[in-house]
């Protein structure tokens, strides 16, 4: 098996230390070649060792972890964030289809990123998905996502969903022109979209975008939506639907 080669970049020594230990204990596919502390560092170590992965802290001195991205022209490497940001932060990540770890590391959540990384480089789109990472924490808002459809990325205006239909473990986004399939439960959907008004968790199949409803059904609890799709309505959500499309 190929090695992914691998740098650490954290200010912090103990910090350094901790994943280093976590990484030659619990994975073993990883060859760390190099440790730095600050991006500077970092930078010139990537150029001239060319690692396949870059586990990078986000709060250091001087620049953070996100402008390690200025510094180059192509991102051709994998960033693994490691974090100790918010729950608003979080979502972002998650918008944005990027890997991170949340300070104190979780090992299983360590070894699921790295093999992720493993199991598939990606760095085509790398440079997109960073760019709505920063813009997504630099305006607190959100305005695209990154599905992950066939091994494709796609990043996906939030105002084109009209609605997100759970399949067992899988879920099918509707947009206006496409349907997506994300290996994503709907919950995963609904935690991502929770500050956004417009969307509904209609049914345990169901969340829709309320401003594509062009009718409703109270006899059959049925949702009538813009692209001719048609949404289930829980009997138990009844009144709240109600309200929530009468505000």
């Not at 150029?47 to 992965?53: E, N, R, V």
């Not at 490497?77 to 729950?87: L, N, P």
């Not at 998650?94 to 480089?121: C, F, G, H, S, T």
């Not at 049914?203 to 829709?208: D, R, T």
Request: net charge negative; aromatic share 8%; hydrophobic share 40%.
């Amino acid at each position: 098996m190929n090695k992914i080669k691998a740098i650490l970049v954290d200010d912090e020594e103990g910090a350094r230390d901790v994943l280093e230990n976590l990484l030659r204990r619990f994975c073993p596919e990883v060859e760390l070649i190099a440790k730095c502390e600050n991006v500077l560092q970092a930078v010139e170590v990537i150029k001239t060792q060319k690692p396949d992965l870059v586990f990078l802290d986000i709060e250091m001195p001087n620049y953070s972890g996100f402008e390690i991205v200025t510094f180059f022209k192509k991102i051709n490497f994998e960033i693994i964030f490691v974090t100790a940001y918010d729950q608003y932060a979080i979502r972002a990540f998650e918008v944005a289809a990027i890997d991170y770890l949340l300070k104190p590391i979780d090992i299983e959540r360590l070894k699921n990123a790295v093999a992720r990384v493993a199991q598939q480089r990606n760095v085509e789109q790398q440079s997109q998905r960073l760019s709505l990472l920063s813009n997504t924490l630099e305006t607190k808002q959100l305005k695209n996502i990154v599905i992950t459809d066939k091994g494709q990325q796609n990043i996906i205006a939030i105002d084109s969903i009209i609605a997100i239909e759970a399949q067992e473990s899988y879920c099918t986004i509707h947009t206006s022109d496409k349907t997506f399939i994300a290996s994503k439960n709907l919950k995963h959907f609904e935690t991502v979209l929770e500050n956004l008004s417009q969307f509904f968790r209609a049914h345990k199949s169901w969340l829709v975008n309320t401003n594509c409803i062009t009718q409703y059904s109270k006899s059959d609890l049925s949702i009538q939506l813009s692209n001719g799709l048609t949404a289930k309505l829980s009997k138990y959500k009844k009144a709240e639907f109600e309200e929530a499309i009468s505000s």
